[in-house]
T-cell receptor, first 112, second 114 residues
Framework: GNSVTQMEGPVTLSEEAFLTINCTYT??????LFWYVQYPGEGLQLLLK?????DKGSNKGFEATYRKETTSFHLEKGSVQVSDSAVYFC???????????FGGGTRVLVKP | GAVVSQHPSRVICKSGTSVKIECRSL??????MFWYRQFPKQSLMLMAT?????????EQGVEKDKFLINHASLTLSTLTVTSAHPEDSSFYIC??????????FGSGTRLTVV
């Protein structure tokens, strides 16, 4: 079935540093790919998505490009802020196309 | 955009009692709703998938008699934790999906069983 692997955290950065969170996937076909963000004590919010190969999703300064050659969807932000401290999840639909399959989550802590 | 309201956000209950968590899609009709459980510092674990008017499909290892799911309408699904015990303490999150908005998550419910 479809699966996703993302780098383990925690990732600790200083404000204005560059952030990369690696995500690779195994899938049948070319499903949509998602990044979700979870702030402390809250549910998940969709951060960005890409629906086909070479698409770039972007939102709030974050970007991720759907790369089928490397089966990757790495999340990047050029200059992080303290408010970006959260847990980030890479996800894709299951083989049946219904339920989402999540990576293990990467906790990011941005220090002033 | 789509909004999913999950209630309550926090609940504390005594061992042996039951707790009901509601999940409502506010401005769209959800074809499918999902219930997840999240342990501290871990990823989401899918518990069950429910479609309106039919029985929920539970993931392997999830006790259907323990975690009762009702999906009575296209905008409401409930999860009832029956005879709760301290090991049921967790963060529960619902998600609703439709063809327009994709997956939308509730804000979660922190359950503490004492």
């Amino acid at each position: 079935g479809n699966s996703v692997t993302q780098m383990e955290g925690p990732v600790t950065l200083s404000e204005e540093a560059f952030l990369t969170i690696n995500c690779t996937y195994t899938a049948t076909g070319y499903p949509s790919l998602f990044w979700y963000v979870q702030y402390p004590g809250e549910g998940l919010q969709l951060l960005l998505k890409a629906t086909k190969a070479d698409d770039k999703g972007s939102n709030k300064g974050f970007e991720a490009t759907y790369r089928k050659e490397t089966t990757s969807f790495h999340l990047e932000k050029g200059s992080v802020q303290v408010s970006d401290s959260a847990v980030y999840f890479c996800a894709l639909p299951g083989a049946a196309g219904n339920k989402l399959t999540f990576g293990g989550g990467t906790r990011v802590l941005v220090k002033p | 955009g789509a909004v999913v309201s999950q209630h309550p956000s926090r609940v504390i209950c005594k061992s042996g009692t039951s707790v009901k968590i509601e999940c409502r899609s506010l401005d769209f009709q959800a074809t499918t709703m999902f219930w997840y459980r999240q342990f501290p510092k871990q990823s989401l674990m899918l518990m069950a998938t429910s479609n309106e008017g039919s029985k929920a499909t539970y993931e392997q290892g999830v006790e259907k008699d323990k975690f009762l799911i009702n999906h009575a309408s296209l905008t409401l699904s409930t999860l009832t934790v029956t005879s709760a015990h301290p090991e049921d303490s967790s963060f529960y999150i619902c998600s609703a999906t439709d063809s327009i908005y994709g997956y939308t998550f509730g804000s979660g419910t922190r359950l503490t069983v004492v």
